[in-house]
């Protein structure tokens, strides 16, 4: 049998904190793998320049003016929080690259289009209703 270890008070009283930013830590670094790998995959197999990964959504209950509830979809919010460490970490892992975090809308032919980078002509053809959130690496 191993002889437990002595915690010190302070150590006791960090430790919750320490446990989850390791965790924190952890996901952050499979998300970027995990973006990687796809990134990787799309320029092996596509002559496109970029790669968009949506942000995933999660569902949230809401309650209207008339105490009705109803569900929106809204970003994860983990990825949104930790987004600079996603990003960084996808920047670490494609040097040269673009890596960006990009709100994208479809356009009428069913591409997405990054809005802060369209001519003001094209807007017109733009569905921002469809507006989502995206993680994009771009290695044009």
Known sequence: MQPLTPISRYN??????????????????????????????AAEKSTDTSFKMEIPKTHQMRTNTNSRQYQVHVSDPFYIENMRDILSGLQELFPG????????????????????TLDEKVLPFINRDLDQSFIVVDWT
């Open 12 to 41: 006791m009283r960090v430790l919750k904190a320490k446990v989850d930013e390791e965790t924190r830590l952890k996901r952050v670094d499979s998300i970027v793998r995990g973006i990687y790998h796809y990134t990787v995959s």
């Open 97 to 116: 690259c673009t890596v960006s975090n990009s709100t994208l809308s479809k356009g009428t032919d069913g591409k997405f289009y990054d809005i802060s």
